[in-house]
């Protein structure tokens, strides 16, 4: 079973990489994969700058987790996907944002994915 929940928790940095490579190299297809326009400036130097570091770090901190063994790299990828659920929801509730549910929804379950990978593949307590 550490076996394959290892393996989901590679998937996850797998993926997130993929998409913070994509906001560096192409980020008209994933801006529009997250309901955005690209924008011109520093509007677009944000975009590309805060989402492809966003992203990055997520996989920097989910592989550090697990190649080093340590509890403590699986909670900032926790927490910053916690807070982005909790953001968009906010965004719903005050300023009138789409509810994203399918984002929300996959925010959430990676962080149960992630907090079962600090459970069970960590190597200290």
Not at 73 to 84: D, E, F, K, S
Request: proline content about 2%; aromatic content about 10%; charged content about 15%.
């Amino acid at each position: 079973m550490n076996k394959i929940l290892k393996i989901v928790v590679a998937l996850l940095a797998l993926v997130f990489a993929s998409i913070g490579f994509r906001w560096l190299v192409a980020p008209e297809g994933v801006a529009a994969e997250f309901g955005m326009t690209l924008m011109q400036g520093l509007g677009l130097s944000s975009q590309i700058g805060d989402l492809g570091a966003f992203f990055l770090s997520l996989a920097i901190f989910i592989l550090l987790a697990l190649t080093t063994g340590r509890r403590t790299w699986y909670y900032p990828p926790i927490i910053l996907l916690g807070l982005t659920a909790i953001m968009r929801t906010m965004a719903w509730m005050f300023h009138d944002a789409s509810l994203a549910v399918d984002m929300i929804a996959v925010e959430i379950i990676a962080c149960v994915v992630l907090y079962l990978g600090s459970l069970r593949l960590a190597d200290e307590d």
